[in-house]
Nanobody, 123 residues
Framework: QLQLVESGGGLVQAGGSLRLSCAASRGTFRRYAMGWFRQAPGKEREFVATITWSSTTSYAESVEGRFTISRDNAKNTVYLQMNSLKPEDTAVYYC?????????????????WGQGTQVTVSS
């Protein structure tokens, strides 16, 4: 089983940047596709980005060109670099692991989840 712990959230002004990290333990990290999802108050959880074991990536249209997902298999860590942040990016961000080498944008296809980290973007 995979255990995931996110870090790096916080308060930032619009136009600023943050980098989220997700440290994985208790699993063979390189065998998992990883994803980032987010949930704003009163809204459903939505897909942000996903990455395969070999670092092929996909992004939600709303973050394409502003966010970058990456992974370091040696450190068992996946990252989400967020640039040009907007107030609408405010949400709790969740890291997720999928027991499959292929990436997915569907939350139901992920098996393991972190506890989430709050990102707040002020206008």
């Amino acid at each position: 089983q995979l255990q995931l712990v996110e870090s790096g959230g916080g308060l930032v002004q619009a136009g600023g940047s943050l980098r989220l990290s997700c440290a994985a333990s208790r699993g063979t990290f390189r065998r998992y596709a990883m994803g980032w999802f987010r949930q704003a108050p009163g809204k459903e959880r939505e897909f942000v980005a996903t990455i395969t074991w070999s670092s092929t990536t996909s992004y939600a249209e709303s973050v394409e060109g502003r966010f970058t997902i990456s992974r370091d298999n040696a450190k068992n860590t996946v990252y989400l670099q967020m640039n040009s942040l907007k107030p609408e990016d405010t949400a709790v961000y969740y890291c997720a692991g999928r027991a499959n080498i292929n990436k997915s944008s569907l939350s139901r296809e992920y098996d393991y989840w972190g506890q989430g980290t709050q990102v707040t973007v002020s206008s």
